[in-house]
């Protein structure tokens, strides 16, 4: 009898990673792809033209030191003082959140493929969306400013609108990835729109639909520090009269403020998403794991008598005579008064910002005036051929910081995800370094840079590569966490090593939505680049805080469409790479 020798496990694995069957590449795919090359070498040559150099950055830090042994000690306003600014900052950044959120339900319910009454209300729905998430929330408070003068309520209103962008997108993609099933039978049965909407969508989207406006609350309270250039109060506010009055050491003491609200909301909104979503895939970020042990599975599958115990339903739900009588457990004791506790919280929120309600009815009359200054549309005394180049300008900022985003993002989030990094210790290095990084507000950031760089163009890059990383890293992380496992796992049962497994199935996996999670960051710091520009990063942005703090709001019209269709362009490539790579 002859033995034949097994094949070496190295030499299977080569073969089996090499064996897969070969597609026939479509033009359009091919297209896509050179169209992403493109992009990328216009974000290298951005990098180059702006003068960048890692070297050159660390070398300048030289600047930062001089600098502050000019400024001395931080400086902070009297404690009472502190903690109403603090109040008030996070209170007008709430009830902005919620007025999105609010707002947001009825625009996702149009927009989504799977709800929508009509192709033409979708688009309706989609535009809207877009056009709110291109218009920058510092220039809707400067409108609103002119409207209401200065106080809360212009912040309110402009971190609301600017928010349904966001918002109502992800509502929507919520609600197209539902099970159709209990929404088809409720309509099956004779189930009103409404009905079909509030018993069978709501309740498959509210995890979703609630991470996502706690992310987003995340993000509106590091962009209200650039509100307060306009006049929105809270710490942005005092910020920017430190630095104009050249008190540095408050200055940065606020930012320092400002940095360690930033880094406890993104706690208290972990600790929320795991007492109200349980083990959703939606409850993962790294604070999720330190405040909630059990989440360390996420959503993967759960096995025997526990998949069993958690789907059954409890004793008080048996019948509705048992539910009228339902006990009060330490779990209904700790809903409700966390509920109770979310409720005081908002009204807490609503009287700390001191609204005056009866501006509401009044403004109505004052924006035909308003209107007026902003309409039509006009570049002033600045020739269209300098506007056109600053838009290049930001533009070139937004590819460039992208671009030296994406290796450490990529970098980062895989050793943020469970099933890629070697141990929970790697794991949760990477997650808190995200977080920290996700905690300082791009502008901040941008103004110790400017004092390390100078003016120009290379301290906004520097500060929406670092920004970016954190978010970035994050979306990356989440992604590779939720692929199929089959394939790691059938690698794995082969010899596979972890780079291997990581390079055959995780990262082809995540190719979408990392190619999703980049455009999406390239529309970020399309907006962010814009607003870096007021403090001296570069691009449209001091055009437009020249034209803001001048009155010639004709010009900030002119600015925002601009911003508007090369927001719109991103978009529609965003949505052609995930139809083409999907």
């Known amino acids: 009898m002859t033995v034949v020798a097994a094949p070496r496990r190295e030499g299977y694995v080569g073969g089996l990673l090499s064996r897969a069957p070969k597609r026939r590449v479509s033009p359009e795919r091919i297209a896509a792809s050179l169209t992403l090359i493109v992009l990328v070498g216009l974000g290298i040559a951005s990098l180059v033209q702006s003068g960048f150099s890692l070297a050159g950055v660390f070398q300048s830090w030289g600047n930062a030191q001089r600098f502050m042994t000019r400024v001395g000690a931080l400086t902070f306003p009297a404690p009472l003082d502190l903690l ?60 609103f400013v002119l409207m209401f003068s200065l106080g809360t309520l212009p912040g309110i209103l402009a971190i609301g609108i600017h928010s349904i962008g966001m918002i109502s997108k992800m509502f929507a993609d919520a609600i197209e990835q539902i099970d159709e099933g209990p929404r088809l039978a409720i309509r099956a049965a004779g189930g009103t729109k409404l009905q079909q909407f509030t018993a069978g969508v709501l309740p498959q989207v509210l995890p979703s639909w609630v991470a996502t406006v706690l992310h987003r609350n995340d993000i509106n309270l590091r962009g209200s520090v650039v509100l307060g250039y306009v006049g929105v109060a809270g710490l942005g506010l005092e910020m920017s009269y430190a630095f104009k009055a050249l008190n540095y050491g408050r200055g940065l003491g606020i930012a320092l403020v400002i940095f360690v609200l930033c880094v406890v909301m993104e706690i208290v909104s ?90 509401l009815i009044t403004v109505w009359a004052k924006i035909p005036e308003t209107a007026a200054k902003f309409w039509p549309p006009s570049f002033g005394n600045y020739d269209a051929s300098v506007m056109f180049g600053a838009m290049r300008d930001t533009i ?187």
């Open 84 to 143: 109403w600014l603090i109040a008030l900052t996070v209170g007008l950044v709430l009830v902005g959140t919620l007025v999105a959120a609010a707002l947001s339900v009825p625009i996702a319910y149009l927009a989504a493929a799977n709800t929508t009454p009509g192709p033409v209300w979708r688009g309706i729905a989609r535009f809207i969306g877009v056009l709110t998430r291109s218009i920058p929330d510092v220039v809707l408070a400067m409108a």
């Open 270 to 359: 972990s600790a929320v998403r795991g007492a109200m979503l349980g083990e959703t895939a939606q409850t993962r970020s790294w604070m999720d794991r330190i405040l909630h042990p059990r989440l360390r599975r996420g959503g993967e599958a759960e096995s025997g008598a526990a998949t069993v115990a958690a789907a059954a339903k409890p004793a008080w739900a048996a019948s509705p005579a048992a539910a009228v009588r339902r006990p009060w457990t330490r779990e209904r004791r700790r809903n409700t008064i966390a509920g109770w506790a979310a409720v005081a919280i908002v009204i807490g929120s609503l009287i700390v910002c001191q609204i005056q309600w009866s501006d």
């Open 396 to 582: 070139a900022i937004a590819l460039a910081a992208t671009v030296l985003t994406l290796l450490p993002s990529l970098l980062l989030g895989s050793f943020a995800a469970r099933n890629v990094a070697p141990n929970g210790t790697v794991r949760g290095i990477a997650r808190f370094l995200l977080v920290g990084i996700r905690g300082i507000p791009e502008l901040i950031l941008a103004i110790v840079l400017i004092v390390v760089t100078g003016l120009g163009p290379t301290a906004g890059i520097v500060a929406l590569a670092i920004g970016g990383i954190g978010l970035l890293g994050k979306l990356v992380a989440d992604s590779f966490e939720e692929v199929d496992r089959g394939p790691e796992r059938a690698l794995r049962a082969v010899g596979a090593t972890r780079a291997q497994t990581y390079a055959s199935a995780t990262v082809p996996q995540g190719t979408r939505a990392l190619i999703g999670h980049s455009f999406y960051m390239l529309d970020t710091n399309i907006r962010a680049a814009t607003i870096l520009g007021i403090v001296g990063g570069g691009g449209v942005g001091y055009y437009l805080l020249n034209a803001g703090q001048g009155s010639r709001y004709e010009v900030v019209t002119a600015i925002v469409l601009m911003i508007l269709a090369t927001v719109l362009v991103v978009e529609g490539l965003a949505m052609w790479m995930r139809r083409v790579f999907r």
